[in-house]
């Protein structure tokens, strides 16, 4: 009986993460700029909609208090290496279910603006998902430089 109902959960929460369509694939461009993934995941202490640029270890402890002010204990702050890196954040701000997903999927250097894709996943229409507020968000490090950042939200 048990491993019945933890199948169905299961089933449950993988048709909740199943993503809509969108044109993800559509390449930015300039310049394709490599990055890494410093966090990644649905609870947040940062509830609203956006992109933050972290360029020194000030900043980024800044953010990460706000990030992680709903998180116990608390996660340690990830490792930068600031005189070579900088930290992009981007957040989707809050979302009344489970299901809903965000990721970085590209950055590109376009005419000396950085350009950052990122893609909201949502859950299926027709998914059952746990009534649970989520804060989907995507923290990346990559090459530090000045200049502005652009979002391209997909």
């Known amino acids: 009986m048990k491993t019945a109902?933890?199948?169905v959960a299961f089933a449950a929460l993988l048709s909740?993460?199943?993503?809509?369509?969108?044109?993800?694939?559509?390449a930015l461009t300039g310049d394709a700029v490599p990055f890494r993934t410093v966090a990644r995941g649905y609870q947040s202490g940062v509830a609203t909609a956006a992109i933050e640029i972290?360029?020194?270890?000030d900043e980024w402890r800044a953010l990460w208090t706000r990030h992680t002010a709903v998180t116990l204990p608390r996660p340690p702050l990830p490792d930068v290496d600031w005189s070579k890196e900088m930290v992009v954040s981007v957040a989707l701000?809050?979302?009344p279910t489970a299901g809903f997903a965000l990721e970085i999927t590209q950055v590109a250097l376009d005419k000396?603006?950085?350009r950052v894709v990122a893609v909201e996943k949502k859950p299926a229409k027709d998914a059952i998902v746990p009534m649970v507020i989520t804060?989907?968000?995507?923290?990346i490090a990559t090459a530090r430089r000045d200049g502005d950042v652009r979002l391209d939200l997909r």
């Open 5 to 7: 109902l933890l199948l």
């Open 16 to 26: 909740a993460c199943q993503s809509t369509p969108t044109d993800a694939s559509a």
């Open 54 to 57: 972290a360029r020194n270890a």
């Open 93 to 95: 701000g809050e979302r």
């Open 112 to 114: 000396g603006v950085l």
């Open 135 to 139: 804060q989907p968000f995507h923290m």
